[in-house]
């Protein structure tokens, strides 16, 4: 496969320039790696828009970004780009369990921390709950934990669709925490 030059083709944000590139990027592993490694330099807007090339990478071919799960999440505070931490925790939604122990701790506590971060994006919040949910799924003993801090959270939220999608979590999480579903 001919190199690439993300930055010569990635000019703007449009969803079909996105679908083109991620279209040429195909499942290959390589490419795919460039576009991460472009969009962890954080150089706006051309870290975004490899992020979202990488997320509809993601959606086509799921199985790009297992090598880069671990790495991901422990990154994921660190980022200052509010747009690419939003892809990439678009990308979490869709693969929320990390194989590696440690990063796997690292993300549930970033998760918690930011659905109390009052600073945070609704968005971030938003994902960070469904995340959460994903992975009480598999680590039911977290379930409590969540309960808790939404009903402490929820009515601190700015956005009433937050507090909205916040509370319809939380009657799910209720009603299953005696069973382990």
């Given at each position: 496969?001919?190199?690439?030059?993300?930055?010569?083709?990635?000019?703007?944000?449009s969803?079909?320039?996105?679908?083109?590139?991620?279209?040429?990027v195909?499942?290959?592993?390589?490419?795919?790696?460039?576009?991460?490694?472009?969009a962890?330099?954080?150089?706006?807007?051309?870290?975004?828009?490899?992020?979202?090339?990488?997320?509809?990478c993601?959606?086509?071919?799921?199985?790009?970004?297992r090598?880069?799960?671990t790495?991901?999440?422990?990154n994921?505070?660190?980022?200052k780009?509010v747009?690419?931490?939003?892809?990439f925790?678009?990308?979490?939604?869709?693969?929320?369990?990390?194989?590696d122990?440690?990063?796997?701790g690292?993300?549930?506590?970033?998760?918690?921390?930011?659905?109390?971060?009052?600073?945070?994006?609704i968005?971030?919040?938003?994902?960070?709950m469904?995340?959460?949910e994903?992975?009480?799924?598999?680590?039911?003993?977290?379930?409590?934990e969540?309960?808790l801090?939404?009903?402490?959270?929820?009515?601190?939220?700015?956005?009433?669709?937050l507090?909205?999608?916040?509370?319809?979590?939380l009657n799910?999480?209720?009603?299953?925490?005696?069973?382990?579903?």
């Open positions: 496969m001919q190199p690439i030059n993300f930055p010569s083709i990635l000019t703007d944000s969803r079909s320039l996105m679908d083109y590139t991620a279209a040429m195909g499942d290959d592993a390589r490419l795919f790696k460039e576009l991460m490694d472009i962890y330099q954080q150089k706006s807007p051309l870290c975004m828009r490899a992020a979202r090339v990488a997320d509809l993601c959606e086509r071919n799921p199985y790009l970004i090598p880069y799960l790495d991901l999440v422990k994921l505070p660190g980022l780009d747009s690419v931490k939003r892809i925790m678009h990308i979490l939604v869709r693969h929320s369990w990390v194989e122990d440690e990063a796997m690292k993300l549930v506590d970033t998760l918690f921390k930011w659905l109390m971060d009052d600073a945070q994006a968005a971030i919040k938003a994902y960070s469904v995340i959460l994903n992975i009480t799924k598999v680590l039911p003993d977290l379930k409590m969540l309960i801090v939404l009903e402490a959270a929820i009515p601190f939220w700015d956005s009433s669709a507090q909205r999608a916040g509370r319809k979590q799910r999480l209720q009603k299953g925490k005696n069973r382990n579903d």
